[in-house]
């Protein structure tokens, strides 16, 4: 069965330009997640996906990310636009559901220049 | 608020060593999940044990055993005779059930070093 798929793997782009990462999640999973690693920590969870339904983005930083799940399976991050400081690598989970373990991709390493 | 605390911020063993990786929790609530993911060079979190809260029992799965302690609100990881393939990143999580499960909740992980 294949795992959570993420694209780009790796992404450099200069301050103030858009980005976007593309997450396609473990067929069957209802539930999908995006998390944010910073170097050296631990991932800390954007935004939760049951279905179509972004059911908690409290900690969306929602000026300049957003989101979107079109069909309740592929999902696509955005940043417009990019801070120095959104460095990081983004990691897409998937899970059956809420309560069931969460499987991750690989994530998108983005260098903001 | 809860919290995942991985003191351990870096250890270094020869193989064959046994090593065992701290992580300590806090929360106020009484049913909850914990989790060990291994984050490997290539960067994809990989999914080791998920234990619930009223579980307490000790668990081996080859030359890894996971100690789980409510008393002390600890879940330790211990690998037996590692391996090079074993070095990484080791993160221990904690979610709630109800409303916010789902959210898992990381430590800032443990790196792992096994030399030859």
């Known amino acids: 069965e294949a795992g959570v798929v993420q694209s780009p793997r790796y992404k450099i782009i200069e301050k103030k330009q858009p980005v976007a990462f593309w997450c396609n999640p473990i067929?069957?999973?209802?539930?999908l997640y995006w998390y944010r690693q910073n170097l050296g920590q631990g991932p800390e969870l954007l935004i939760r996906y049951e279905n179509e339904e972004a059911v908690d983005d409290s900690q969306l930083p929602k000026d300049r990310f957003s989101a979107e799940r079109l069909k309740g399976v592929d999902s696509t991050l955005k940043i417009q636009p990019a801070e120095l400081g959104d460095s990081a690598v983004y990691l897409c989970a998937s899970s059956f559901a809420r309560e069931d373990t969460q499987y991750f991709g690989p994530g998108t390493r983005l260098t903001v220049l | 608020a809860q919290k995942v605390t991985q003191a351990q911020t870096e250890i270094s063993v020869v193989e064959k060593e046994d090593v065992t990786l701290d992580c300590v929790y806090e929360?106020?609530?009484?049913?909850?999940?914990l989790f060990w993911y291994k984050q490997p060079p290539s960067g994809e979190l990989v999914f080791l044990i998920r234990?619930?809260?009223?579980?307490?029992q000790n668990e081996i799965s080859g030359r890894y055993s996971w100690n789980f302690q409510k008393s002390t609100s600890s879940f330790n990881f211990t690998i037996t005779a590692s391996q090079v393939v074993d070095s990484a990143v080791y993160f221990c999580?904690?979610?709630?059930?109800?409303?916010?499960?789902?959210?898992?909740?990381f430590g800032k992980g443990t790196k792992l070093s096994v030399k030859p």
């Open positions: 234990r619930n809260s009223f579980d307490e």
């Open positions: 999580a904690l979610t709630l059930y109800g409303g916010s499960q789902g959210n898992l909740i």
């Open positions: 929360t106020r609530d009484t049913t909850y999940y």
């Open positions: 067929s069957g999973h209802n539930t």
